[in-house]
């Protein structure tokens, strides 16, 4: 039997992308004044883990460029090499230039052959190992071709890499740990190699092999004998079952083992293992999809069960009652699974921020709070693009330099906080700075120039909105991070695209804060149902302000507005939604219908509509894939009688209401 290793680089791709995260993480905490043992004994580990999968699958070219950044780090955590600010900017470099190896052998995509060569070279200067030139030709060579065979690299110092036994390769995929002697540490025979010289095979030694060091009984697993063949470089797509299988924890050094480990990693934590497991997000998605349509059933259920007789049905509607009770459990920890901390987005952007403020010559501190709250994993996923927007223009517009902070009386280093919080049935997302703040006046002169309708008494709320106009931007030249008016229009698009609204605070001299107000997933969604003749629509809770019945005499008529209606002061526009929908209503009289103030995209609107029917939770269907799309319709859902109800797309509606009315104007 031979072993398609393919099967596996799916876990080895996801867990190095972890062992990654956890290496920039502690790299950006770590205090180069008193670095601490444990400290660079944990960066070493990350390092070392990567080096030993990637060698196991045959990954050279990612095992030689570990290799040298491990030896680096291995005489630094020894105490023989001083840390210093230099060696942290290329440790950093070197992630992702092993992030850009693993992408190559991933998703085929290019590798800058030069990038590694350089990285390698800086690494090697440090390491003091010799020439330069020595060490970066052992560490840039460019692996297997595509379709040759990979073999395992020769060791450091010569000796030829010892050929993993079967019996322990299948010990470390399924998950036994092994522990090997220290890095450096005393061979039992007189001039034996030194097995941190192993090049990433050193925890298949021979000494390794010892029955007590396995972590788990061998009997737990029978293994038949199989012929194991390298490895091919081509990359071969994962099997399905690959992606929730975990082929076991990595070996570690024995020293390291003593030591505390540092964050929750599939290949440092035997407990994780047990409980804990990867599943494919399709197979998420369609048990979400299955309890949506448990969720449906037991709504039309609940709805027939409303028109019997109580007296005589009292048990089946009793039955009813705990079935809803059990379904809305079930949906609720169905939803869970989806959802992720908001950590894997905060944990980006202390990077960012060192990077970014090292080009601006700022002085910049991060703090996150909240990165515990839980979000959708598809909006986790959508929401990275749009923080990054804010928090480079929160560098680059808000805090200022030290030379000005310090002038106006504030510390010489700036501070960025990243803040998350559950509110009602949404995430809040703030990026707030204690920078300048945004100046109004400036932004007022420069839509003056770009031809734009303001005024000088225009509230603050609605001035601090003209940033996220398309090619707004105030910068006085344009720089490699900002000035050229792209991103914020973006930022807004994207996150009123997930059912969000973003919104601005901003004080001269004390900073700006960004809120973003999102729905917690977008499976499901609260609503409220109106009637508009026969149909029935959902209006999502997210852009609804309040509804009332306005008076004969609040209803007015001005040139070039349309209808409008008089609500406390404002005159807010009216979309009556039989005619943008051109559905056939049973009340044309806007006294005697429903106004349903909706706000979109900074400004109130008066949704006109018959009636109210009440506020549901409802199971998203997407219109789009099962029918086509519908303009002003975000997508659908089944109500309780089993009747289908279009979710309603206010942002769509109330453009192109608007557009009717300039085109009825002109």
Request: net charge negative.
């Amino acid at each position: 039997m031979t072993i398609d290793m393919s099967q596996f680089y799916q876990v080895f791709f996801e867990e190095s992308a972890e062992l990654l995260e956890e290496m920039e993480r502690l790299l950006l905490e770590l205090d180069v004044a008193d670095p601490g043992k444990d400290a660079l004994n944990a960066i070493f580990r990350t390092a070392h883990s990567i080096k030993g999968g990637s060698a196991t699958f045959g990954f050279n070219e990612i095992t030689e460029t570990t290799h040298i950044l491990e030896s680096l780090l291995d005489r630094l955590r020894n105490g023989e090499l001083p840390v210093r600010v230099e060696m942290v900017d290329v440790f950093l470099k070197a992630v992702d230039v092993i992030k850009m190896q693993l992408a190559g052998r991933q998703f085929g995509s290019e590798v800058d052959a030069q990038a590694v060569a350089e990285i390698c070279r800086q690494l090697g200067e440090f390491a003091q190992e010799g020439p330069a030139e020595a060490v970066v030709q052992a560490s840039t060579a460019q692996g297997p071709k595509r379709g040759a065979a990979a073999t395992p690299a020769p060791a450091a110092g010569g000796t030829e890499a010892v050929d993993p036994s079967l019996d322990n390769l299948f010990a470390i995929l399924m998950g036994a740990e092994i522990a090997v002697a220290p890095a450096g540490a005393a061979t039992s025979a007189p001039g034996a190699a030194d097995p941190s010289g192993m090049d990433g095979f050193g925890f298949f030694s021979e000494e390794a092999l010892q029955p007590a060091a396995v972590a788990r009984p061998a009997a737990e697993v029978e293994l038949p004998l199989a012929e194991v063949t390298p490895p091919s470089a081509e990359m071969a797509p994962p099997s399905a079952a690959a992606a929730g299988e975990n082929p076991g924890r990595r070996a570690t050094d024995a020293a390291d083992d003593a030591q505390p480990k540092r964050g929750r990693r599939a290949s440092d934590h035997a407990d994780t293992e047990a409980t804990s497991i990867r599943v494919g997000v399709e197979k998420v998605d369609q048990l979400i999809n299955l309890v949506g349509e448990l969720v449906i059933t037991q709504a039309m259920l609940a709805q027939t069960a409303s028109h019997m007789d109580t007296a005589l049905y009292e048990s089946l509607r009793t039955g009813l009652a705990q079935l809803e009770h059990n379904t809305r459990d079930l949906q609720e920890s169905v939803m869970s699974i989806r959802m992720m901390p908001i950590s894997f987005v905060f944990s980006r952007f202390p990077r960012v921020v060192r990077d970014l403020a090292g080009k601006l010559n700022k002085q910049v501190e991060l703090k996150t709070v909240g990165e515990g709250t839980e979000l959708d994993k598809g909006l986790i996923e959508k929401i990275a693009d749009p923080l990054n927007h804010l928090v480079r223009n929160s560098l680059d517009h808000g805090v200022e330099s030290p030379e000005k902070r310090l002038a106006a009386g504030k510390p010489a280093t700036g501070t960025i906080t990243l803040r998350a919080f559950h509110q009602g049935g949404n995430i809040v997302i703030e990026v707030s700075d204690d920078g300048a703040g945004l100046n109004r006046a400036k932004i007022l002169a420069k839509a003056r120039e770009r031809g734009m309708s303001v005024s000088d008494d225009m509230p603050d709320q609605d001035v601090w909105q003209l940033i996220f106009e398309a090619g707004f931007s105030t910068a006085e030249a344009v720089t490699a991070v900002s000035g050229r008016g792209v991103g914020m229009d973006v930022v807004k698009r994207n996150i009123y695209a997930m059912g969000g609204r973003v919104e601005i605070d901003s004080a001269a001299g004390a900073g700006t804060r960004i809120s973003i107000r999102l729905p917690l997933t977008l499976a499901i969604l609260d609503g409220m149902s109106v009637s508009v003749g026969q149909e029935i629509f959902i209006v999502p809770l997210t852009f609804i302000v309040e509804s009332l019945q306005p008076a004969k005499d609040d209803i007015k008529t001005i040139a070039g507005m349309g209808t409008v209606v008089h609500v406390r002061g404002e005159y807010l526009p009216v979309v009556a939604l039989y005619q943008v929908l051109n559905v056939r209503t049973k009340v044309a009289e806007f006294e005697r219908g429903i106004m349903v103030i909706v706000e979109s995209e900074g400004s109130k609107s008066a949704m006109f509509v018959d009636d109210l029917l009440g506020q549901h939770q409802v199971v998203i269907k997407s219109l789009e894939s099962n029918y086509r799309k519908v303009p002003g319709v975000s997508g659908a859902t089944i109500m309780g009688d089993g009747k289908v109800a279009l979710i309603l797309d206010v942002e769509a509606l109330v453009r192109s209401s608007f557009r009717e009315d300039e085109r009825q104007a002109a």
